[in-house]
T-cell receptor, first 117, second 113 residues
């Protein structure tokens, strides 16, 4: 069974640029959640995708957007990068969207470290 | 809204010492509670969980009990090892229309021989 993988591992961009981060979900999982982890902080929920649709969103501006593909892999796109976007971006996959009281365990990838200069 | 507060780190202990990392939460409804661990250069791994009041989660010698009356979920281990050095995150999942985990800021644990 393949776990959650993310690419690239590290990325350096300059302010104002755009970036795309990729995530392959664990085999059999249909839901992907993205989190931003700033240095010294806990992960913050960005959004979740379930069956190719955005299923919930945290307190992030619209320049953070995403996609989920028919094979349940996902992309996180960030436009007009700002210095504060520098962080570890974590992807987590699960079987089912949750939200109904029962928890569908989220399995995390190793993350993509984004540095904005 | 939901929030998790955990003790500030870093925490440095000698091998075989007793570990406690405090965690308290604020949430609507009846959340599930978790401890995640992050080893250097790796993603988050679920360490243990508890889904209702008075449940005790346990794994790899770590334990935490869901205390609804004190809204707490403190992590404990009787005898830490060097290999336990990592960052520990307390988290909650409230369900009821929410799809996200809410995390604390993390506590870095260093265990020295």
């Amino acid at each position: 069974e393949t776990g959650v993988t993310q690419s690239p591992t590290h990325l350096i961009k300059t302010r104002g640029q755009q970036v795309t981060l990729r995530c392959s979900s664990q085999s059999g999982h249909n839901t992907v959640s993205w989190y931003q982890q700033a240095l010294g902080q806990g992960p913050q929920f960005i959004f979740q995708y379930y069956r190719e649709e955005e299923n919930g969103r945290g307190n992030f501006p619209p320049r953070f957007s995403g996609l989920q593909f028919p094979n349940y892999s996902s992309e996180l796109n960030v436009n007009a990068l700002e210095l504060d976007d520098s962080a570890l971006y974590l992807c987590a996959s699960s079987l089912g969207q949750g939200g109904g009281g029962s928890y569908n365990e989220q399995f995390f990838g190793p993350g993509t470290r984004l540095t904005v200069l | 809204g939901n929030s998790v507060t955990q003790m500030e780190g870093p925490v440095t202990l000698s091998e075989e010492a007793f570990l406690t990392i405090n965690c308290t939460y604020t949430a609507t409804g009846y959340p599930s509670l978790f401890w995640y661990v992050q080893y250097p250069g790796e993603g988050l791994q679920l360490l243990l969980k508890a889904t209702k009041a008075d449940d005790k989660g346990s794994n790899k010698g770590f334990e935490a009990t869901y205390r609804k009356e004190t809204t707490s979920f403190h992590l404990e281990k009787g005898s830490v090892q060097v290999s336990d050095s990592a960052v520990y995150f307390c988290a909650l999942y409230s369900g009821a229309g929410s799809y996200q985990l809410t995390f604390g800021k993390g506590t870095k644990l260093s265990v020295i021989p």
